[in-house]
């Protein structure tokens, strides 16, 4: 027996035989042609084929994980018809007077090497869509399908170097019981996306994968990040005694469906859903959420070529209100930049985007973008239980601009005699120090804060939590971090304010007690963590003594 060791993105134990990934492609190479346009054709059939193929994808993805994981097909649909790419392949045919093939290529690795030279990580990525949607139109010029099946038989434990959000996204859970991958981020969008999917997964096993042979027995552990290749039968024993173990414990949590989220000695707290767009309402629902707490509204930023306008958003926020039938909507302005890039809005390139113009700097400095989301926001509001969430706050000056812009566009909708709802709340996002620290002077100003700790946590440490190379430094359990939510917590209380934890701590088990000792009032967290997170809160006691926490070491 053989065990590697990596990291585990997805709990969950799995069993089965190796299929190693093989990204399915065709030889190509260049030859002229006599006939150009009978070559333009035949790109324009492959191109239909591609597209139609896309749309199957994405809406398999749909059913299956929710519009955020389904977006990506749309990325490539969209990639696939714009003009820069169509004319460079239209015009090495028709110039060159060479194969489609050949065009098609050429055009991916002219793209993917723009891309892959650019500083900024997001378009960095884009490389990879560049040369995923070739390969789907040569496979199509080839008369081939561009979907891939890595797996005949069920129970199969698919194993790669890394895979691609698309490629993840198109294995057959019905046939794959697990992934293992030689590289890779627990933060990367592969991992979120085995996350979404509920595949056990285990990444960063490193090179001594591919001394593995296709069909060997392997056990994949997704909570250890332990795998075992050709396990002996003592381990095999004990792996398969878990499995079972985790099936019964996921089957009980069916009971809680409809029960409050209320400790042993009567404490209670909401749980809420995070979701990034309407079809992801339905999961939500559901897994028995209590409401929204955090409606990404900048997904309808993404992937497009202009602004939507105040009517598609307002139908937007409207369709999510109704859904969810009065309960509580938390909605959040858009929070461009950083790591989500937008061309049309024609930000400057700067050295260190998560520190610069991003999310309500963007909305204070334009105000037109964000007068348009207020108005569709407050239009909406009528229809449901609003709550409007402003993310990045660093300072008081902030919160009044912000006050005072909602109540300008509050005023110019009564004048239009458009009826908005009085009691929608305005809240602000905690994930800053800054904000943080003067709690006690942003709770005045606003009903309610919610902590995003993926950015307070990047920002107090001083670290990139997308950033390999410091990953061993950084800790979302430091005590600062769990100091400063303490603080924000007591400041809200104070103040009679609400205050909830939207980030990625709230589904973190280790830490639901400690939240609860603070007095959160709320956690927001994916859907499919949502009853866990129930029974783990109807299993706490917080009369009893709490347990010590490791302090840090002196120094």
Known sequence: MITLKGKGVYGGIAIGRIAFFRRRGVDVRRHTVSDPQAELDRFMRAKKQALRELKELYEKALRDIGESGARIFEIHGMMLEDDDYNDSVVNTIRVEKVNAEYAVSTAAENFSMVFSSMDDPYMKERAADIRDISNRLVMALAGKKGDRSEADEKERIVCADDLAPSETMQLDRDKVAAFVTAEGSVNSHTAILARTMGIPAVIAVGKELFEAKDGVEVIVDGFTGNVYLSPDQKTMTAMRARMEEDRKAKALLQKYKGMDNVTLDGTRIDVFANIQGLREVGAALLNDAGGIGLFRSEFLYLDRSDFPDEEEQFQVYKTVLQSMGGKKVVIRTLDIGADKQVGYFNLEKEQNPAMGMRAIRICLTRPEIFRTQLRALLRASVFGTLAIMFPMITSVEEVLSIRETVEEVRKELEKKRIATSPDTEL???????????????????????????????????????????????????????????????????????????????????????????????????????????????????????????????AT
């Open 427 to 553: 809240g602000i996002m905690i994930e800053t120090p800054a904000a943080a620290v003067i709690s006690d002077l942003l709770a005045p100003l606003v009903d309610f804060f919610s902590v995003g700790t993926n950015d307070l946590t990047q920002y107090t440490l001083a670290l990139d939590r997308q950033n390999q190379s410091v990953a061993p430094f950084f800790d979302p359990h430091h005590e600062a971090v769990l100091r400063l939510i303490a603080l924000a917590a007591e400041n809200a209380h104070r103040h009679g304010k609400w205050i909830g934890i939207c980030g990625e701590l709230g589904s973190d088990p280790e830490l639901t007690e400690t939240f609860l000792r603070m007095g959160i009032d709320e956690l927001s967290v994916s859907p499919a963590y949502i009853l866990p997170l129930r029974d783990q809160i109807r299993n706490t006691d917080l009369s009893d003594p709490p347990q010590k926490r490791k302090e840090p070491n």
